[in-house]
């Protein structure tokens, strides 16, 4: 359900009003809170704040601690740029038809929408852009803009470090034909500092926009953005990020022989051998790789937050974060995103204000990247300038009981659509328009592993009907 203008009037107001019955004075314009979102790279939810075993994220399970984590949150789309011209631009993807990794700028992906930082620029704040916050290839794109908004940023750092460096990347363990120009089975764990890294560049550079960007010089509110590029292949990481993780505890997601007679081929995007059914030596390292580079993200974040700690800026900074889509470790025998399963469409979500009440709640309602948008417009205060397809989670800062939504949708290549709802995964693929009679229908309440596809089980026919019908009505009112 779009929410229209006028309502988002109401709920900005609702917002200030909401902050004066708390008990707090509407400040000034310079006195407006501040904005970190720090997002990671292919990062599902696999944090130990959410209940993950082999993951070791201190930092982020201490932003958890003090914030809301949001334990069913969904990505829009499962690869990168549709994902976040998605959540960047507060609309579906096929309501703006940001459907796929092109080589266009983000307005002219969203036909002129107002990016989010841009809408946060426009109402007096400093915004900044260090790594990949819209889209860019990786490792290809590192340094470089690639499909930005530029008009969002007062300053954009591209930064770059050894792990985008040819002669560097090359010594990494590769697996895998080449179909495509995308990365496979890729991972290395050099003798290297952070700071020689892409993303530790990353950091020093976000920590020098705090300075830079004190609202105490520059008389305004910072909206500062950090995308790190991992946990996305290749997965080059210190080698100390490497040696936190306990590689005992790696367990490989068994497979029933007979899982994919029942999956329809197009789910797969990328079917060949670096994506499927890999040797079980390369399946362990990837798994450890792809956890090191967690413990990484969270080192990185967590140096991040620090810092805007120690600069007496963390009591006015509203801090995201955030994965633009999940990536699947064998389950299904699948080892990339390019799927229409939980595992690729699951992300982190963790909301801390300093100003809400709740503290180290989840909330297991529905939610989306989408909503982030929303959110951030009413915290702090701004009216955005089209209308929005998400909600706000405003009330779940304060309540983590509140209500969110039925049901959530996600999209994923080539024309999969899903509708999520609570019990619920139902996926169709579409050609042109048209439904080409290709589905799964999974009952997570009893198959929370999705091995059985009810497709075309009888019994479950009204859930599908009514589900199909769901969907069908909601790609039709975003056209
Ligand atoms: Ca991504």
Same mark, same amino acid.
């Given at each position: 359900m779009k929410i229209g203008i006028r309502k988002q009037v109401r709920a900005a107001l609702c917002g200030v009003a909401g902050l004066m019955l708390a008990g707090h004075t509407v400040r000034a314009e310079t006195a407006k809170p501040n904005v970190l979102l720090i997002m990671a790279d292919d990062?599902?939810?696999?944090l130990a704040c959410y209940g993950d075993e082999l993951a070791v994220t201190p930092n982020l399970d201490a932003l958890a601690e003090k914030g809301v984590v949001f334990g069913n949150a969904y990505c829009? &789309?499962?690869?990168?740029g549709p994902s976040r011209g998605s959540m960047l631009s507060g609309r579906y993807p096929f309501e703006t038809g940001y459907t796929g990794n092109k080589g266009h700028t983000f307005g002219e992906m969203v036909g002129g929408l107002t990016s989010l930082p841009h809408l946060f620029r426009q109402n007096g704040y400093k915004t900044a852009r260090v790594g990949k916050v819209f889209h860019m290839n990786i490792p290809s794109g590192i340094g470089k803009a690639g499909?930005?908004?530029?008009?969002? @940023?007062d300053i954009a750092i591209n930064n770059t470090g050894w792990d985008a460096v040819p002669g560097n990347i090359d010594k990494g363990t590769r697996w895998g034909t080449?179909? *495509?120009a995308a990365v496979r089975i890729w991972y290395h764990a050099p003798e %290297?500092?952070?700071?020689?890294s892409a993303d530790g560049q990353g950091l020093v550079a976000a920590i020098d926009l705090l300075d830079r960007h004190n609202p105490e010089k520059t008389g305004k509110p910072f909206f500062l953005t950090y995308g790190i590029y991992?946990?996305?292949?290749?997965? %080059?990481?210190?080698?100390k990020h490497w040696d936190?993780?306990?590689? *005992?505890?790696i367990k490989i997601p068994a497979v029933p022989?007979?899982?994919?007679?029942?999956?329809?081929?197009?789910? @797969?995007?990328?079917?060949?051998?670096?994506?499927? &059914? %890999?040797?079980e030596e390369h399946a362990v390292n990837y798994t450890h790789a792809y956890y090191a580079a967690i413990h990484f993200v969270d080192s990185l974040a967590g140096e991040l937050i620090q810092a805007l700690e120690e600069r007496g800026m963390a009591d006015n900074t509203i801090i995201v974060f955030a994965g633009d889509q999940g990536f699947m470790?064998?389950?299904?025998?699948? @080892?990339?995103? *390019? *799927?229409?399963f939980e595992e690729a469409q699951r992300v982190p979500l963790i909301i801390f204000d300093?100003?809400?009440?709740?503290?180290g709640k989840q909330v297991s309602g529905l939610v989306g990247l989408i909503d982030v948008y929303p959110t951030l417009c009413e915290l702090a205060g701004i009216l955005p300038k089209h209308e929005l397809s998400g909600i706000s989670l405003c009330a779940q800062l304060n309540d983590a009981s509140a209500k969110t939504k039925a049901c959530e949708f996600i999209m994923g290549s080539p024309g999969g659509y899903t509708v999520r709802t609570e019990r619920y995964a139902y996926t169709e693929w579409r050609k042109k328009g048209q439904q080409t009679g290709e589905g799964m229908l999974y009952d997570l309440a009893n198959d929370p592993q999705e &091995?059985?596809?009810? %497709?075309?089980?009888p019994a479950y026919q009204a859930v599908r009907e009514k589900l199909a019908q769901q969907l069908d009505e909601k790609i039709s009112a975003g056209k």
């Amino acid at each position: 359900m779009k929410i229209g203008i006028r309502k988002q009037v109401r709920a900005a107001l609702c917002g200030v009003a909401g902050l004066m019955l708390a008990g707090h004075t509407v400040r000034a314009e310079t006195a407006k809170p501040n904005v970190l979102l720090i997002m990671a790279d292919d990062l599902g939810d696999r944090l130990a704040c959410y209940g993950d075993e082999l993951a070791v994220t201190p930092n982020l399970d201490a932003l958890a601690e003090k914030g809301v984590v949001f334990g069913n949150a969904y990505c829009q &789309f499962h690869t990168c740029g549709p994902s976040r011209g998605s959540m960047l631009s507060g609309r579906y993807p096929f309501e703006t038809g940001y459907t796929g990794n092109k080589g266009h700028t983000f307005g002219e992906m969203v036909g002129g929408l107002t990016s989010l930082p841009h809408l946060f620029r426009q109402n007096g704040y400093k915004t900044a852009r260090v790594g990949k916050v819209f889209h860019m290839n990786i490792p290809s794109g590192i340094g470089k803009a690639g499909t930005d908004d530029p008009e969002a @940023w007062d300053i954009a750092i591209n930064n770059t470090g050894w792990d985008a460096v040819p002669g560097n990347i090359d010594k990494g363990t590769r697996w895998g034909t080449r179909d *495509s120009a995308a990365v496979r089975i890729w991972y290395h764990a050099p003798e %290297i500092e952070d700071e020689a890294s892409a993303d530790g560049q990353g950091l020093v550079a976000a920590i020098d926009l705090l300075d830079r960007h004190n609202p105490e010089k520059t008389g305004k509110p910072f909206f500062l953005t950090y995308g790190i590029y991992r946990p996305h292949p290749p997965m %080059i990481v210190p080698k100390k990020h490497w040696d936190a993780i306990d590689a *005992s505890k790696i367990k490989i997601p068994a497979v029933p022989a007979d899982d994919r007679d029942d999956i329809p081929a197009v789910n @797969w995007h990328r079917p060949g051998p670096g994506y499927n &059914f %890999i040797p079980e030596e390369h399946a362990v390292n990837y798994t450890h790789a792809y956890y090191a580079a967690i413990h990484f993200v969270d080192s990185l974040a967590g140096e991040l937050i620090q810092a805007l700690e120690e600069r007496g800026m963390a009591d006015n900074t509203i801090i995201v974060f955030a994965g633009d889509q999940g990536f699947m470790l064998g389950e299904h025998g699948h @080892w990339h995103k *390019s *799927s229409m399963f939980e595992e690729a469409q699951r992300v982190p979500l963790i909301i801390f204000d300093p100003r809400a009440k709740e503290k180290g709640k989840q909330v297991s309602g529905l939610v989306g990247l989408i909503d982030v948008y929303p959110t951030l417009c009413e915290l702090a205060g701004i009216l955005p300038k089209h209308e929005l397809s998400g909600i706000s989670l405003c009330a779940q800062l304060n309540d983590a009981s509140a209500k969110t939504k039925a049901c959530e949708f996600i999209m994923g290549s080539p024309g999969g659509y899903t509708v999520r709802t609570e019990r619920y995964a139902y996926t169709e693929w579409r050609k042109k328009g048209q439904q080409t009679g290709e589905g799964m229908l999974y009952d997570l309440a009893n198959d929370p592993q999705e &091995f059985t596809n009810r %497709i075309n089980d009888p019994a479950y026919q009204a859930v599908r009907e009514k589900l199909a019908q769901q969907l069908d009505e909601k790609i039709s009112a975003g056209k």
